[in-house]
C-alpha cells in the first residue's frame, strides 16, 4: 500500500456513493435545457403585479376590466389582482373567470352599466383573445398582461412538486424492497399488497369505522388495520423464507398472486368509496406547501438511513446479505433479521397502498399493478447489489427519483408511453450495467 | 532435472508490471521454467505470488512487461487463452460449482458431445483421474457435499485433465494432510517425467525443500532472488520473505496451566463426532489433529453451537451451559475461528471495521445504536497491537491479503475477551511472518489464562505450539500426547490413522 491508496480509494467511493447524484443532476440539466419556453407568470402574484402595472402606468383612479380563465392558477389570478386593484382604490368594473364568450358578455354588461374601461388585466393566455377590439375605447393595446420570461417547463415549482408527490408512494415501498435486497432477497408481493391495504382499510372503515361519516381515531385505525395486515403478509413471506428455505422469489411470487386474489374478492372487484373527506388528505393534502406523501417519504427515509446507518439491526442486515453464515458465526441471529426485514417490507408497502388509495379517495383492488417491478427498477438504478450486502437508502431514492424524473421528461417532450417502456427498460439495463462494471473494475 | 536442462526456457516471465488503484502489486518481475522443473514461489502474502499467477492464468493483464513460452512471446489475453498457451491454474479459491458432481465439474464447458453430455464417458474418465491421483472421492455426490480436501482433489484433477504443459497450483497443499501431500507429490513427480514444468506455491516450508528444485523468492511485488533448492537453507528463505531474520518458527512458552476451564462430554453428532468427551485446562493450548474428516472440525462447530448437538455435554468453569446457537457461545465466553476465512470468518463486502463490530455492537452500542467512534477506537487499537496492514478502516475485507484477513477475524473475537478460544487452522494460507505473529498471540491468551484449542493438520505446528496433543479419527479421539518432549510425527500419524 503506498501513500496514495486511501485517496484514491475515498475519491472512488465518493464516487459509488455520489455518481448516481450526479446522473439524477445531470438529468435534471439536460431536461431543463430541453423543456426551455417562454412562461408566463401564473396565480396570485402575478395577479397582483398586473394590477400594480396598471396604477404605475395610469394612477389609481382607473376602472379595470380582470379577465382570466376558469382555473385554480386563474381564479389565484383574479383574486390577486381584485385585491390588489381595491387596496391601490382603483373601480373594478367586473372579473371573470371563463372562456372569451364569457369576457365578451361580462365586458357588454358593464359597458350597459355605464361603467368605463380603462385597462384590462389580462393572463398571458387571455391577452391572445380577440374579443377586445370588438368594442370601441377598449381593444387589445389596453390590456396589461404579465411580462413573460423564459423557464424549463420542467423545472416550474409544480412540476418539480408533482414528481416528488408521484415519486413518493413508489419511494416509500423501495425503502421495504431496498432492506430485503440487502439480505439478497427480493420481494415480489409488494405491488400486490399495495392493494390488500387499500382494500382492507377502506372495508374497514366502511363496515366498523361508518363510512363516509368515519371519525378521524376511526379512519386513521381503519389505515393501520391496512398496514397491519400487510405487515403479517411480509411475516408470513419471511416464516416461508427462514423456516423452510424457500426461495424468496418463489415464496413472494406466491404472495403477490394470493394477496391480488384476496383483494379482489374482499372488494368483489370493485372499488369502495364510503370514505371521509380526512381520509383523502393523507395522499391529497398538503402541509407547508408540500404535498404531504413527499412529507412522508422524506421523514422515512430519513429514519431508514439512520436505521440502516447507525443502528445494530442495520447492520445486521447488511452482515446477513453479505455472508449469513459468517454473520450466524458471529452471533448475529439471523432468522429474526431477515424475518423482520420482510415484515416490514410488507408494512411499508401498506403504507404505499393507504397513501395511493388516499390520493384517488377510493379502496381499490386493482392498485397497485406492476409496482414491484418500478419499486425493484429504482433500488437497483440506485445501486443496491442483488447480491446482497451493498446498497445505500439514500441511493434508492435517488434511484426512484431519476426514474420519475426521465418520465417525467418524457411526457413534457411527449414521448409515447411504448416508447417510455423502452426507455425506462434500457434505463435499468445501464445502471446494473455500470454496477457490475464498476464492480469488475476492482481488484478481487 | 537439472542434467538436460534445455537452453530456451518453456516459460520466461520478464519485467512484469501490474498495479491496482493504490496498490502496487508488481514491479519488474521475473521468472524462469524448464521443462520438468518444480519452482517454488516464495513470498509472504501481499508479496505479489497470487497476482503474478493470476497474470499466468490470463485472469490479468499486465501493464508491462513479457511471457515467452518457449520463446515465443504470447499474450493471455483470458483463461482460455492461458489454457491453449497451455497453462493450467488451480487457484487457492475454489472454482468448482457447488451443486454439480465431481466429474461433472472436471469436464465443465468441454463435454463432448453436441446435445446430451456423454455422461458415462466423462463418468469414467474422472474415476481413472482420481484413480491415478490414488484418491477415493466419491463421484456422484454435488461438490458442496465434499470436503475443503475433496474438493481441492477435484480441483487438481480438473487440471490434469487439461493437456497442459504449465501446471501452476497456489496452495495445492493448504487443505492437505500429510498422507494426502504424499500423493500429491508423486503425481508432481510423475508430472515432472512427463516434461511438464510445476509453479508450486506454498507456505509449508518443509513441503518446498521436499519438492522443489528451484526457489523464488518475492516480497512486496519485487523479486528478492532466486536460488536451487539445494542451496537454499530453511533460515535464509524466511529470511529473504520477510525481509529480516526470525529466530524460532514455533515461540511456544511454557506456561501455568491452572483448573479445567472446558469441559466437553460425550459429545455426538452422526458419524462426525462420537462421544468425545476432554478437557481444557486454564492456559493451555490442546492440539487437536487428525485426517482430514476425522471430526475436528465438526467438534469445534458443536462446541460452539454452529451445528446441532445430538448428545452430551459442554460445561465451563464447571458449569454446564446449553448451547444451542453461536449467540449461546459467544455469550458464555467460547470463540470460533474457523476454518474458511472467506466464506465463514468474514462478510467479504462489508469494512473491516463493520467486521470486526459484528459480534461486539452490544458492548459498543447504546439503545440499539452503535457507537462509531467508540468501535472505530476499539478496532484502531487492534490494527496497531496485531500490526494489521490497511489502508484506512473502512477498506473492505475482500482487499486483504489473507494473514490481513485472518488478523481482522482474530481482532473480532480478541474484542470478546472469550474464555475459550479454538482457533481451527489458525494459519492455514498465512504466510511466515504473520504466522509467526499468530503463535505469539496464541501464547500470550495462554499466558492470561485462557484455554485454547488449536486444530491443525500441520504437524510441526501442532508438537511446537501444544501443551497436550489430542488426535481423532472417524469422529473419535483416539489418543492423548501429554509428553510433548519425546513426540514425533510419526507417533501422531499412527493414531490418526485409526
Redesign the interface.
Known amino acids: 500500500?503506498?501513500a496514495?491508496?486511501?485517496?484514491?480509494?475515498l475519491g472512488?467511493?465518493l464516487f459509488n456513493d455520489y455518481g448516481m447524484v450526479f446522473v439524477l443532476l445531470l438529468l435534471v440539466v439536460v431536461l431543463s435545457a430541453l423543456t426551455l419556453k417562454e412562461q408566463s407568470p401564473e396565480g396570485e402574484e402575478a395577479g397582483r403585479i398586473v394590477a400594480e402595472r396598471i396604477i404605475a402606468e395610469q394612477g389609481a383612479n382607473v376602472s379595470v376590466m380582470v379577465v382570466a380563465e376558469s382555473t385554480p392558477v386563474d381564479e389565484a389570478f383574479v383574486r390577486g389582482a381584485v385585491a390588489a386593484l381595491e387596496t391601490a382604490g382603483a373601480t373594478i368594473a367586473g372579473s371573470v373567470n371563463g372562456k372569451p364568450t364569457d369576457a365578451r358578455v361580462a365586458i357588454e354588461k358593464a359597458l350597459a352599466e355605464g361603467k368605463t374601461i380603462d385597462a384590462v388585466a389580462a393572463t398571458g393566455d387571455t391577452v391572445e383573445w380577440t374579443i377586445y377590439d370588438r368594442f370601441d375605447g377598449i381593444g387589445s393595446d389596453k390590456c396589461v398582461s404579465p411580462v413573460p420570461y423564459t423557464w424549463p417547463t420542467f423545472a416550474k415549482l409544480d412540476n418539480l412538486l408533482s414528481v416528488a408527490n408521484q415519486t413518493a408512494i413508489y419511494a416509500i415501498i423501495a425503502i421495504g424492497m431496498t432492506m430485503v435486497i440487502i439480505t439478497a432477497g427480493i420481494d415480489l408481493s409488494v405491488g400486490s399488497l399495495v392493494a390488500l391495504a387499500s382494500v382492507t382499510a377502506a372495508i374497514a372503515i366502511r363496515d366498523f369505522g361508518g363510512g363516509e361519516n368515519a371519525s378521524m381515531a376511526m379512519m386513521l385505525a381503519g389505515c393501520t388495520a391496512g398496514i397491519i395486515v400487510c405487515g403479517l403478509a411480509g411475516l408470513f413471506n419471511g416464516a416461508m423464507i427462514t423456516r423452510f428455505g424457500i426461495p424468496p422469489f418463489i415464496a413472494t411470487l406466491a404472495m403477490m398472486m394470493m394477496a391480488k386474489g384476496l383483494s379482489l374478492r374482499l372488494a368483489v372487484g370493485e372499488s369502495i368509496s364510503e370514505v371521509p373527506d380526512s381520509f383523502k388528505w393523507i395522499g391529497g393534502g398538503t402541509t407547508l406547501g408540500l404535498p404531504n406523501p413527499v412529507i412522508l417519504m422524506i421523514v422515512l427515509y430519513a429514519v431508514a438511513h439512520f436505521v440502516m446507518s447507525?443502528?445494530?439491526?442495520g447492520?445486521?442486515v447488511?452482515?446477513v446479505g453479505?455472508?449469513a453464515?459468517?454473520?450466524?458465526?458471529?452471533?448475529?441471529?439471523v432468522k429474526p433479521v431477515t424475518l423482520t426485514v420482510y415484515t416490514l417490507c410488507g408494512a411499508l408497502a401498506g403504507l404505499g397502498g393507504i397513501v395511493q388509495s388516499s390520493k384517488l379517495g377510493t379502496g381499490d383492488p386493482k392498485l397497485g399493478l406492476m409496482y414491484e417491478l418500478d419499486v425493484i427498477a429504482a433500488v437497483v438504478v440506485g445501486g443496491t447489489?442483488l447480491?446482497g450486502?451493498?446498497g445505500r437508502i439514500f441511493g434508492t431514492l435517488i434511484g426512484a427519483f431519476i426514474i420519475a424524473v426521465i418520465k417525467n421528461g418524457m411526457n413534457l417532450m411527449d414521448v409515447g408511453s411504448y416508447d417510455q417502456q423502452i426507455v425506462l427498460g434500457a434505463v435499468v439495463l445501464v445502471a446494473v450495467l455500470v454496477d457490475t462494471i464498476k464492480r469488475k473494475g476492482?481488484?478481487? | 532435472m537439472a542434467n538436460k536442462q534445455p537452453n530456451v526456457p518453456l516459460l520466461q516471465m520478464s519485467g512484469i508490471e501490474k498495479s491496482f488503484p493504490g496498490v502496487r502489486a508488481l514491479s519488474g518481475v521475473s521468472l524462469k521454467l524448464h521443462k520438468g522443473e518444480v519452482l517454488a514461489l516464495m513470498g509472504e502474502n501481499g508479496a505479489g505470488k497470487s497476482t503474478l499467477i493470476k497474470t499466468l492464468g490470463g485472469a490479468h493483464q499486465p501493464d508491462a512487461g513479457t511471457i515467452c513460452i518457449d520463446g515465443q512471446p504470447v499474450k493471455l489475453s483470458s483463461p482460455t487463452a492461458a489454457i491453449q498457451a497451455g497453462i493450467g491454474v488451480i487457484y487457492q479459491e475454489f472454482n468448482l460449482i457447488p451443486a454439480l458432481t465431481a466429474w461433472e465439474n472436471i469436464f465443465l464447458g468441454r463435454e463432448k458431445s453436441g446435445v446430451f453430455v456423454a455422461r458415462k464417458e466423462e463418468r469414467r474418465k474422472a474415476a481413472e483421474l482420481f484413480r491415478s491421483l490414488g484418491v477415493d472421492i466419491p463421484l456422484d455426490v454435488p461438490c458442496r457435499q465434499l470436503s475443503v480436501a475433496q474438493q481441492q482433489l477435484v480441483e487438481i484433477a480438473k487440471a490434469l485433465s487439461q493437456d497442459v504443459n504449465i501446471l501452476v497450483m497456489d496452495e495445492p497443499s493448504a487443505a492437505l494432510v500429510p498422507q494426502e501431500v504424499e500423493k500429491l507429490f508423486a503425481i508432481i513427480r510423475d508430472l515432472q517425467k512427463r516434461g511438464i514444468g510445476i509453479v508450486y506455491i506454498s507456505h509449508r516450508l518443509d513441503e518446498i525443500f521436499e519438492i522443489a528444485n528451484t526457489i523464488t523468492v518475492l516480497r512486496d511485488g519485487k523479486y528478492v532472488g532466486d536460488a536451487p533448492a539445494t542451496e537454499m537453507t530453511r533460515q535464509k528463505m524466511i529470511e529473504m520473505m520477510v525481509g529480516r531474520s526470525i529466530e524460532n518458527e514455533f515461540p511456544k512458552q511454557a506456561t501455568q496451566r491452572g483448573d479445567v476451564r472446558l469441559s466437553v462430554d460425550g459429545l455426538s453428532r452422526g458419524t462426525s463426532a462420537r462421544n468425545v468427551s476432554f478437557d481444557v485446562r486454564r492456559g493451555e493450548v490442546l492440539g487437536l489433529t487428525g485426517l482430514m474428516g476425522a471430526g475436528r472440525t465438526e467438534t469445534a462447530r458443536l462446541i460452539f453451537g454452529a451445528d446441532k448437538l445430538e448428545a452430551g455435554t459442554i460445561s465451563l468453569d464447571g458449569k454446564t451451559l446449553n448451547i444451542r446457537s453461536p449467540q449461546d457461545a459467544i455469550k458464555a465466553g467460547i470463540c470460533l475461528l474457523t476454518e474458511d476465512r472467506k466464506t465463514q470468518g468474514l462478510v467479504l463486502c462489508r469494512s473491516v471495521r463493520e467486521n470486526f463490530g459484528l459480534p461486539n455492537l452490544k458492548e459498543l452500542s447504546t439503545a440499539g445504536i452503535v457507537n462509531k467512534p467508540k468501535e472505530r477506537e476499539a478496532f484502531g487499537r487492534y490494527v496497531d497491537s496485531l500490526s494489521i496492514r490497511i489502508p484506512f478502516q473502512e477498506q473492505l475485507a475482500k482487499n486483504l491479503s489473507g494473514g490481513n484477513q485472518q488478523k481482522v477475524v482474530l481482532a473480532k473475537w480478541l474484542q470478546q475477551n472469550a474464555e475459550v478460544l479454538i482457533f481451527d487452522e489458525p494459519t492455514r494460507g498465512i504466510d511466515v511472518g504473520a504466522k509467526h505473529e499468530i503463535y505469539q498471540l496464541i501464547n500470550q491468551l495462554a499466558a492470561n489464562g485462557k484455554a485454547i484449542i488449536m486444530i491443525s493438520s500441520e504437524l510441526p505446528e501442532v508438537i511446537g505450539m501444544s501443551d497436550r496433543i489430542l488426535v481423532m479419527h472417524e469422529g473419535r479421539v483416539t489418543g492423548e500426547i501429554t509428553d510433548m518432549s519425546s513426540v514425533t510425527q510419526e507417533q501422531i500419524m499412527e493414531l490418526a490413522i485409526g
Request: aromatic content about 8%; cysteine-free; glycine content about 14%.
Open positions: 500500500m503506498d496514495t491508496a486511501p485517496k484514491t480509494q472512488k467511493n447507525s443502528t445494530i439491526f447492520r445486521y447488511y452482515a453479505g455472508n453464515e459468517a454473520a450466524r458465526l458471529s452471533g448475529v441471529a447489489s447480491m450486502g451493498e476492482g481488484r478481487g
